[in-house]
C-alpha cells in the first residue's frame, strides 16, 4: 500500500502529527509502533478494580501554552485537577516542591519564623528558586537551610533517579522542582491543568480518528520500512537507533513499577508521594486521585529506577547533561541532511526531557514547517 508519510511512534509526537496531517492536509498515514498499544508512555488502561491506571507512571497534563491546551480540549473534556505531591522528610510528609508551609512542619516556630523572613525578604514572596541556586548562598541560615533541603529533597531521590549526584547533571533537571518561597501547595503552577476525563488513551484515539490513518502496532520499523512505498518518514524514537549507533549509544534512564491492588479506599493522602531518603523506589503513585471513583479497591505504582538495557526495557528519560548533548549534537547534525524527506521530533528524537505539552509544541511546530513546503 502506498502511504504519504510513515511516521513511527505513537506517543503525542506522532499521533498528533498524524492527526494533523490526516485532517488538515488530507494525506495518507501510516502508523508504526513497537509496543502493543498506542499512546506511548501517556498509556493508560483499566484495571480489574475499573480504575484508569497509568502503565508508565503518573502523568499530569499542566501548561501555560494556551495552543496546546485549546489544541487537545477538541479531543478531549478534562477533569479539573490540581496534583499535590509530599516527600517524606525525617519521617514527615512536606508539601513539595519545598516551600514555607514545609518549613513550618520540619523546623521549630522560631527557626522557621527567621528562615521565611530571611527567604521573603532576600528573594521576594511568590519566588522560585533552583536548589543549586539556593546552595550559593552566603547568609549561615540560608546556607543551613539550603544544605538542609539539598540533602533530604534532592541529593537521595537524584542519586536513586539517576546515580548521578544533582551538580553531575545539567542544572535544569532538579530545576523542575524549585523552593517556593510561598504557600501553594500544587506540584505545578501552570494556567492549564487537568487529566483527560476519559483517559490519555481515548483522547489518543479521538486524535486518531481519521480513515486517512492506518496503525500497524507490535512492529519496529526497521523490520518493514523497506518494503513500503510512502513520501516522507517522521521519526519519534531514539534517534541513535535511527542511525544505526553511529557515534554510539546515547545514554537513557528506565524505570521499573511494581503495580499493587489494594481492597481499602485509599492508600495515601494525595496521589503521588516521594521518598528522598528511604526505600530503594522514589515514589508511590496513587491513581485514584487523578479521577473520581467509587471503588472498594485501590491501585498504587512503586517506581524504581532501573539502568537502561537496549531491548530489555524502556528508554524513559535522555540523560541531560554535557556530554550527552554532545554526542546528540552529532546525530542531530546526521538528521539535518535528510531535511525534507524525514522529520525527527519528540522526547526520544529531540533527547531532550520533554513534559507533554512541550512535545505537543513541537509536533505542532513541525506540522506548520512540513506544510509549508
Ligand atoms: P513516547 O511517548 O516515548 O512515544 C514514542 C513511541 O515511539 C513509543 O511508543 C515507542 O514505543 C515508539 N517507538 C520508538 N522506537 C520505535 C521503533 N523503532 N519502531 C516503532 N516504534 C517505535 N509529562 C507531563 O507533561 N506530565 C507528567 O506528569 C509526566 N509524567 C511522566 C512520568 C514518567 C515516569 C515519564 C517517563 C514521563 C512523564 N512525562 C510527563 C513525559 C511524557 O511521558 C513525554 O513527554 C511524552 O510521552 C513524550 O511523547 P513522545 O511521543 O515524544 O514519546
Ligand atoms: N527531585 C528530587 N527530589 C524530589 C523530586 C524531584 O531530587 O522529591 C529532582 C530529581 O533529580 C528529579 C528531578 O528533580 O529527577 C525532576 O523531578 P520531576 O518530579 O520533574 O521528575 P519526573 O516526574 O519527570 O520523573
Known amino acids: 500500500m502506498n502511504f504519504d508519510f510513515v511516521i513511527v511512534g505513537a506517543g503525542f509526537a506522532g499521533c498528533v502529527l498524524a492527526e494533523r496531517i490526516a485532517n488538515l492536509l488530507n494525506k495518507r498515514v501510516l502508523i508504526i509502533e513497537r509496543r502493543n498499544h498506542i499512546g506511548g508512555n501517556c498509556f493508560d488502561f483499566y484495571d480489574e478494580n475499573g480504575i484508569l491506571v497509568h502503565k508508565y ?118 530545576s523542575r522542582v524549585p523552593i517556593l518561597i510561598g504557600r ?96 530503594d523506589f522514589t515514589r508511590i503513585t496513587e491513581f485514584k486521585h487523578f479521577l473520581p471513583y467509587n471503588s472498594e479497591f485501590t491501585t498504587i505504582a512503586l517506581e524504581y529506577p532501573a539502568k537502561y538495557e537496549r531491548t530489555k526495557n524502556e528508554p524513559y528519560y535522555p540523560i541531560p547533561k554535557k556530554e550527552n548533548d554532545e554526542l546528540y549534537q552529532k546525530y542531530w547534525q546526521l538528521a539535518q541532511k535528510l531535511k525534507g524527506k524525514v522529520y525527527f521530533v519528540g522526547r526520544l528524537a529531540e533527547y531532550k526531557y520533554y513534559n507533554m505539552d512541550q512535545v505537543v509544541a513541537s509536533a505542532l511546530m513541525l506540522f506548520n514547517q512540513i506544510a509549508s513546503e
Open 57 to 174: 507512571g503518573p502523568h499530569i497534563f499542566h501548561t501555560n501554552n494556551k495552543n496546546v491546551w485549546d489544541y487537545l480540549s477538541q479531543f478531549t473534556n478534562w477533569h479539573f485537577y490540581f496534583h499535590k505531591v509530599l516527600a517524606v522528610v525525617e519521617g514527615r510528609k512536606v508539601p513539595l516542591p519545598f516551600n514555607l508551609n514545609s518549613i513550618d512542619l520540619l523546623f521549630p516556630e522560631h527557626l522557621a519564623i527567621k528562615f521565611a523572613e530571611k527567604l521573603v525578604n532576600k528573594y521576594g514572596y511568590g519566588l522560585k528558586i533552583p536548589i543549586l541556586k539556593l546552595k550559593e548562598e552566603n547568609d549561615d541560615d540560608l546556607k543551613f537551610l539550603s544544605e538542609y533541603v539539598y540533602s533530604n529533597v534532592f541529593l537521595g531521590y537524584t542519586t536513586k533517579q539517576w546515580e548521578l549526584n544533582p551538580n553531575e547533571l545539567d542544572y535544569s533537571v532538579t
Open 184 to 279: 501553594d501547595d500544587r506540584y505545578f503552577q501552570d494556567t492549564f491543568q487537568g487529566i483527560p476525563r476519559q483517559g490519555y488513551t481515548h483522547l489518543f484515539q479521538n486524535l486518531l480518528n481519521n480513515k486517512n490513518i492506518s496503525v500497524l502496532l507490535n512492529t519496529d520499523y526497521k523490520s518493514i520500512i523497506n518494503d513500503l512505498k510512502y513520501e516522507k518518514l517522521i521519526f519519534t524514537g531514539e534517534i541513535d537507533y535511527y542511525f544505526d549507533f553511529e557515534f554510539g549509544q546515547l545514554p537513557y534512564r528506565s524505570l521499573e513499577f511494581e503495580f499493587r491492588s489494594i481492597k481499602q479506599p485509599n492508600f495515601q493522602e494525595t496521589a503521588q508521594i516521594n521518598y528522598p531518603n528511604n526505600y
